[in-house]
């Protein structure tokens, strides 16, 4: 009698509460993300130009202005919108917009990264690899490549293959290698495509081994399918396949690859 009291005496007044605390955390969203697209709309327009145009370019100041405005805008709407941090940390690191400052994009990219936002956590790794050769930095880099695998991103995907390939900082690992090179082939990424083409050609037997790490790392039903209809072609078909991903993505190199791979079959 007591908990059924409990019960109706609370619930009805929390429900209200609840429904209308994620109507606002949904419109706070709505707001930040509009801000966004008008903050990454003047990127792509100094993106545009900004190859034909000097670093310092005056008729680039209002275009980078209206970019930073929009993504701070965006994070006094949405506190907690990785988005924002991550575009705003590329502004302060990349583009000479008025009042840049590196350590303030290191900050939000930091942030952004520790809220768990994919695109931040493969970039402050980059970071970290390139700018400091400390044990602890690769230590730390680690950490975020690996939390941007575990979400799939394609570049951090690519980085970890290499790094499993060459042995870097990690035991060489090529079951892993060629794992993350396959999948990030399959999300278009020219430079895994190209890898693991390169190593189907070399005699590299990857597809029983990528299905059981597959199984491992949990991929959907309809991937591990997939892999297993490629286990009946031969290496060179397989690898065809893995240049054709790289030449559709723009890769003068995966054309490169097809063309001599035409060759050779004429030659046979």
Known sequence: MFRYLYR???????LPF?????????????KAMEFIAKGWSALQEVDRVIDYADFNDLRLIPHLRAAKENFE??????????HARYWLSRLHFKYHVPG????????????????????????????????????????????????AVDQLHPGALYLLGAVYLTGDCVKRDLASALWCFHRAS??????????????????VEVP?????????????????EKSEETCGESSVEQAKRQF?????????????????????????
């Not at 109706?8 to 929390?14: A, C, D, E, H, K």
């Not at 609840?18 to 709505?30: G, M």
């Open 186 to 203: 399959e999300k278009g990424h020219a430079g895994a495509a190209i890898a693991y083409g390169s190593l189907l050609l070399k005699g």
């Open 100 to 147: 840049a400052c590196k350590v303030i994009g290191a900050a939000l990219l930091v942030d952004a990264a520790d809220m768990g936002d994919a695109d931040s956590q493969y970039e402050l790794a980059c970071r970290l690899r390139a700018e400091d050769e400390a044990v602890h930095a690769d230590q730390q880099a680690f950490y975020y490549l690996e939390k």
């Open 73 to 82: 805008l965006a994070l006094e709407a949405d506190n907690s919108n990785t």
């Open 244 to 268: 054709q991903i790289a030449a559709k993505a723009g890769c003068d190199l995966g054309l490169q690859w097809l063309k001599r791979l035409e060759e050779r079959e004429k030659s046979v």
């Open 18 to 30: 609840t429904i209308l605390h994620k109507r606002d955390i949904h419109s706070r969203n709505k």
């Open 8 to 14: 109706s005496s609370i619930r009805p007044t929390l």
């Open 208 to 224: 029983e081994k990528i299905n059981k790490l597959g199984r491992r790392r949990g991929l959907p039903k309809r991937v591990m």
